[in-house]
C-alpha cells in the first residue's frame, strides 16, 4: 500500500480521501442545503404549530398550553368564518378565470406566427415583474375618482358618470376586483404551462394514433391530456398553492375592506399575528391553511412519480 | 506498465451480483479482451480495476500492488469511454493535456507530449478545435490521445468502437490493434462484439452473468469451448447443438459438410434435410433439419459457396452430411465440456 | 363564402384574439409608463383622454423619487438582498444539486423532491414564527433579516432547478476526469461547474428576481423607511397620509418591474423545465 501510494500518487492533502468519497461526499454536500431548510423552514413550521396551541402574544410572551382553544375561537368568529369563505371563492374565482385565459391563449400561442416571440413577452409580463408593483398599478387603474376604466366606460356611454362604480369601495366589486388582478398575475403563467405540455407531446405520438384510426376526440383524450396532465398539473397547483396562501393582492388593493369583505387566510393570519401582535390566534388562522395545502401537495405528488416511470 | 491481477472479485448492487466472483490475472503487455452480452458486468468488472467502482469483495492487484483502496487517479490506469467523455469545454489540445495537467507535469513537458500523442494518432491538425467539431472517428483518437499520453500502467478500452459507423470501426480495430503492439501497453477490452474480440485480443474472457465462463486465446474460444454458452455465444452462426445422451454434440456450421467433401476416416454421418439456402457472397448459409436423432434439430451449415455441389440444393431434398470427429464438442447435461480436445 | 375571404376573417379573428391577450397582459404596464411621464395637472384632469399625453411628457416624478424619497436607497438594498441571497443560495444549491443528482442514489431523488416540497411552504404560513425568530437573532427591522429568510425559498427551488441540469450532463465525463487525475470533488470543480455555466446564470437570474418580487416577508419584518426593499418601498412607502402620488409611484414600480420583466423573459423557457420538474426536454 505505500509503497504504490509513493508510486504512483503525488502528494496528497490530508482531505484527500474525503474528497475522493462519493458516499462521505454526498452527504457533506446535501447537508447546508437541508439544515438551512430545516432551521428556517421545518423549525419554524413546528414553532407555528406550537404557537396556534399556546397563549403566546407579543405583549404576554407565554407558552401556555392551551389546547385547541385558539381554533374553537377562531372559528367562533363571524370575521374568520367570512375569511375563510372569502379564501376560497378568491382561489377558485381567480384559477377558473386564469385557467380560461390560460387555456385560449395557449391555443393562440402553439402555432408560429409573425411576431409571436414579441407577443409572448408581452403576455408573460404580469407574471414576471412584481406582483405588489402591478398590483399597485391596478389600484391606480381603479382608483375612485381617476380610474381610467370607469373613464373609458363614460367615454364610451356605456354608464353615467354620477353611477360610475366604485371599483374598491363596493365590497362585491372588491371581491371580483382582487380576482381579477389575481387571475391576471395567473394566467401568462397557466399559458406558459399548457404550452409546454403540449409541447411536450411527441410528434410520432400523435401520428401514430392518428394512423391508428383514433379520431380528434379520442386522440386529444386518450393521448394528449395524459401526456400532458403531470406537467400541467404540476405547474397549476403551484399557481393554486400560491393563490391560496397570498396576501400581497388583497393587502395593497383593499386592505381586506371594505368591512372584510375581501379578507383572505393569508391577510387575517397576517392582520392578528403580525399587526395585532396575537401571534397565538394568527398562528392558527394561518394553520387552517394546511389541510387543503396537504391535499394538494399530495396531488402533486402522484403526478411527480407518475412523471418517473 | 504492469500486470494485472483479480481475484474473487464480486460486485453487489443492491442485493444482486453484477460480478459474481470473477478471478484473472493479465500478464504485462498483453492485450486481454473482455467479452459478453450486455448486462454479463463486463463493464462492472473494468469499472471495479480502474476504481470508479468499489468491489464488494476480492483483491485488485496493479503492477504487484493491491489498490483495493486507491482511487483512480493512483492506480496509474487511463480509461477509454464508450462515448469517450470528452471534455466539451476544453480545445483537443487541452483534453489530452488533462491527465498530465492533474499530475503537475511542468508545461513545456505536456506541450511536448501532446504533440507525441497527436502525431502518433494523426490528429496534429486538430488540436485547437473543440470535441463537438470533430467527427465521430476523430473523437474516439482524441480519447486515445488522452489516454495514452501520460503513458498508463494499464489501458482500460470500454466499448470504445460501438459509436462508430461499421466501415470506420473496421479500420479503427487495425489502429487499436496496431498502436496497442507498438506501446506495449497492457490492454483491457471490453465489448459485446466477437468479431473485435477475436481479431484483437490476445486472449479473450468470456464473461456470463457475472463469471468468467472461458480464458483464451480466440483459437481456444472458437475450437475448443468450455461450455455450451461459450460454444454458442462466439461464431455465426453459432455452434450446432443437438440431443446426445442426455447433453450435447456440438459442431461448427463450417465443419458440417456434405458427406464428399470430408476426407473419409473418423467421421460422424448425418442426413441432413435441406429447408432453406442463403448466398452471401463470400458463403453459402445452409438451414436445414437433421432427422433420425432423439428429435429433429434445426441446423446450419456454412459450405464454400463456388462449390459445385450446392448449386442443386432444393428445399426439401436429403442430403448425406458429415462431420469429422475431431471437431466434435460433447457438452454434459449441465451444458460442461465433456471432452477437451 | 368563398375560401379568401373565409381566411381572411379567419385571420382577422386570430388577430383580434392576439390583440385581446396584449392589451389585458400589458395594459396595466402601458399605464404604469404614461402615468410616470406625465404632469399632475395633466393626470388629475377628468376632462383630458388619459392615454396619451396632454401635456409634454416630464420627468419631475423620476427627478422627485431620486431627490425627495429613499427610492435610491431602496434601489440599494434590494441589491445587497439580492447579491447575498445569490452567493448563498449558489454556495449551498450548488453541491446540493450535484450530491442529490449523482451521489445519493435513490435516496437523494426522494430527499430532492422533499426539498421541493418546501418550495411550496407559504410565507404567510412561517412569518409568524419567523419574525420571532428575527427578533431573537436582534434582526428585526433590518435588511438582513431577508437576506437570512430569503433563501429558505430560493435555495429548494435552484436545488430543484440545477438537479434537473446536472442530471444531463454525461456522467463520463466527470468519470473521465477521475480516471485523468482529479478526485471525485475536483472533478466537480474542474468539469460540472464549467459545464454548468448556463444552469448557473439561469440560478443567479432567478433568485436575483424572486427576491425582488417578494413581497410578504419584507413587509413581516421590515418597517423603517431605510431598510426597504424596492418592491416593499414603492408599494407602502410612496403614500403619504391618505394622498397617493401616482405619478411617483407608478415611475418607481416601473423602474423596478422592467429589469425583471426583461431577466424572466430571456430565462423563461428554463424556469418553466424547472418548475416541471425537468419533464420538458
Not at chain 1, 9 to 15: A, K
Request: some cysteine; proline content about 6%; aromatic content about 12%.
Amino acid at each position: 500500500m505505500v509503497a504504490i501510494a509513493e508510486k504512483f500518487v503525488r502528494p496528497r492533502s490530508r482531505f484527500g480521501s474525503i474528497l475522493d468519497r462519493p458516499k462521505i461526499l454526498g452527504p457533506l454536500f446535501v447537508s447546508p442545503a437541508i439544515l438551512y431548510v430545516l432551521a428556517l423552514v421545518g423549525a419554524p413550521f413546528c414553532l407555528a404549530l406550537y404557537y396556534s396551541v399556546s397563549a403566546y402574544t407579543i405583549y404576554s410572551q407565554s407558552y401556555k398550553f392551551v389546547g385547541l382553544a385558539n381554533f374553537v375561537q377562531i372559528f367562533g368568529s363571524d370575521i374568520f368564518r367570512t375569511t375563510l369563505v372569502n379564501t376560497f371563492i378568491f382561489t377558485f374565482g381567480s384559477q377558473i378565470l386564469g385557467l380560461v385565459l390560460g387555456k385560449f391563449g395557449a391555443l393562440l400561442l402553439l402555432k408560429p406566427f409573425p411576431g409571436r416571440k414579441i407577443v409572448r413577452a408581452l403576455i408573460v409580463l404580469p407574471w414576471a415583474v412584481p406582483v405588489a408593483l402591478a398590483t399597485v398599478a391596478w389600484e391606480w387603474m381603479f382608483d375612485s375618482l381617476y380610474s381610467v376604466i370607469n373613464w373609458t366606460f363614460i367615454a364610451l356611454g356605456v354608464i353615467d358618470r354620477s353611477d360610475a362604480p366604485n371599483w374598491l369601495g363596493n365590497p362585491h366589486l372588491a371581491m371580483l376586483c382582487v380576482m381579477v388582478v389575481n387571475a391576471w398575475r395567473f394566467f401568462p403563467f397557466a399559458i406558459v404551462i399548457f404550452l409546454a405540455g403540449i409541447t411536450a407531446v411527441p410528434q410520432d405520438v400523435i401520428d401514430a394514433a392518428t394512423v391508428d384510426g383514433a379520431g380528434f376526440w379520442r386522440r386529444n383524450y386518450q393521448i394528449i391530456v395524459p401526456i400532458i396532465a403531470p406537467i400541467v398539473v404540476v405547474g397549476l397547483i403551484f399557481g393554486t398553492v400560491f393563490t391560496f396562501t397570498d396576501l400581497s393582492i388583497v393587502y395593497l388593493l383593499t386592505n381586506g375592506g371594505p368591512v372584510n369583505a375581501t379578507s383572505v387566510l393569508g391577510f387575517e393570519g397576517f392582520q392578528v399575528g403580525i399587526v395585532s401582535g396575537d401571534v397565538a390566534h394568527g398562528a392558527a388562522i394561518s394553520l387552517v391553511m394546511l389541510p387543503v395545502l396537504f391535499v394538494l401537495v399530495v396531488v402533486m405528488l402522484r403526478f411527480i412519480r407518475r412523471r418517473e416511470i | 506498465m504492469a500486470a494485472v491481477q483479480a481475484t474473487d472479485i464480486v460486485k453487489q448492487f443492491e442485493g444482486v451480483a453484477a460480478v459474481n466472483g470473477i478471478s484473472l490475472a493479465i500478464p504485462d503487455g498483453e492485450f486481454m479482451v473482455l467479452l459478453g452480452p450486455s448486462g454479463c458486468g463486463k463493464t462492472t468488472f473494468l469499472r471495479i480495476i480502474c476504481g470508479l467502482e468499489k468491489q464488494t469483495g476480492g483483491d485488485i492487484v496493479i503492477g504487484g500492488n493491491v489498490v483495493n483502496e486507491l482511487p483512480p487517479r493512483a492506480r496509474g490506469v487511463a480509461m477509454m469511454f464508450q462515448s469517450y467523455g470528452l471534455y466539451p469545454h476544453y480545445t483537443v489540445r487541452k483534453n489530452i493535456g488533462f491527465p498530465l495537467r492533474t499530475q503537475r507535469v511542468a508545461s513545456a513537458e505536456i506541450k511536448k507530449k501532446v504533440g507525441w500523442a497527436a502525431e502518433l494518432l494523426g490528429i496534429t491538425h486538430l488540436l485547437d478545435r473543440r470535441p463537438r467539431q470533430l467527427s465521430g472517428g476523430e473523437r474516439q483518437r482524441v480519447a486515445l490521445a488522452r489516454a495514452l499520453v501520460r503513458e498508463p500502467t494499464v489501458l482500460l478500452l470500454d466499448e470504445p468502437l460501438s459509436n462508430l459507423d461499421a466501415k470506420l470501426r473496421a479500420s479503427a480495430r487495425n489502429e487499436i490493434k496496431a498502436f496497442q503492439q507498438r506501446v506495449g501497453t497492457t490492454t483491457i477490452y471490453v465489448t459485446h462484439d466477437q468479431v473485435e474480440a477475436m481479431g484483437m485480443g490476445d486472449r479473450i474472457a468470456v464473461i456470463d452473468h457475472g463469471q468468467i465462463r472461458q480464458v483464451g486465446t480466440p483459437t481456444a474460444i472458437y475450437d475448443d469451448p468450455a461450455d455450451r454458452f461459450v460454444a454458442t455465444f462466439v461464431g455465426t452462426p453459432p455452434m450446432n447443438l443437438v440431443n446426445w445422451n442426455g447433453g450435447h454434440l456440438g459442431f461448427r456450421p463450417e465443419n458440417f459438410l456434405p458427406k464428399e467433401m470430408v476426407e473419409s476416416g473418423d467421421v460422424t454421418d448425418f442426413s441432413f434435410r435441406v429447408d432453406r439456402s442463403e448466398y452471401l457472397g463470400s458463403e453459402r448459409i445452409v438451414y436445414g433439419t437433421l432427422e433420425g436423432l432423439e428429435s429433429a434439430t434445426e441446423i446450419t451449415a456454412k459450405l464454400p459457396p463456388a462449390h459445385v455441389a450446392f448449386e442443386n440444393i432444393r428445399p426439401g431434398e436429403y442430403h448425406p452430411y458429415a462431420v469429422r470427429n475431431a471437431t466434435l464438442c460433447y457438452f454434459d447435461k449441465d451444458g460442461k465440456r465433456a471432452n477437451r480436445h | 363564402m368563398p375560401r379568401p375571404l373565409a381566411n381572411a376573417l379567419s385571420q382577422v379573428g386570430f388577430y383580434s384574439a392576439v390583440a385581446f391577450f396584449v392589451i389585458l397582459a400589458a395594459f396595466p404596464f402601458y399605464w404604469m409608463a404614461i402615468t410616470a411621464f406625465k404632469t399632475n395637472a395633466d393626470l388629475y384632469d377628468i376632462s383630458n383622454i388619459p392615454f396619451w399625453f396632454n401635456d409634454p411628457p416630464t420627468l419631475e416624478h423620476i427627478e422627485y423619487l431620486f431627490t425627495q424619497t429613499l427610492f435610491a436607497r431602496w434601489l440599494l438594498n434590494s441589491a445587497i438582498i439580492g447579491v447575498c441571497v445569490v452567493g448563498i443560495t449558489l454556495v449551498t444549491a450548488l453541491p446540493a444539486a450535484y450530491s442529490l443528482a449523482r451521489m445519493t442514489g435513490r435516496s437523494g431523488e426522494a430527499l430532492g423532491i422533499g426539498i421541493f416540497l418546501t418550495y411550496l411552504v407559504p410565507p404567510t404560513l412561517l412569518f409568524l414564527p419567523l419574525s420571532r425568530v428575527i427578533t431573537m437573532l436582534g434582526m428585526q427591522d433590518s435588511l438582513w433579516a431577508l437576506v437570512l429568510v430569503y433563501p429558505t425559498f430560493t435555495i429548494p427551488f435552484c436545488t430543484w432547478l440545477l438537479m434537473g441540469f446536472f442530471k444531463a450532463i454525461p456522467r463520463e465525463i466527470e468519470e473521465a476526469a477521475i480516471v485523468d487525475g482529479c478526485s471525485v470533488f475536483s472533478a466537480f470543480i474542474k468539469m460540472v461547474i464549467p459545464l454548468s455555466v448556463p444552469a448557473i446564470l439561469t440560478v443567479v437570474i432567478f433568485t436575483f428576481t424572486l427576491t425582488l418580487q417578494e413581497f410578504v416577508y419584507a413587509l413581516t419584518f421590515i418597517s423603517s423607511s431605510s431598510q426597504k426593499t424596492i418592491t416593499l418601498g414603492v408599494a407602502t412607502d410612496l403614500v403619504r397620509g391618505d394622498i397617493y402620488f401616482w405619478g411617483e409611484l407608478m415611475a418607481g414600480a416601473l423602474i423596478a418591474a422592467v429589469p425583471v420583466a426583461i431577466a424572466y423573459n430571456l430565462f423563461l423557457d428554463r424556469f418553466i423545465a424547472g418548475i416541471t420538474g425537468g419533464a420538458v426536454k
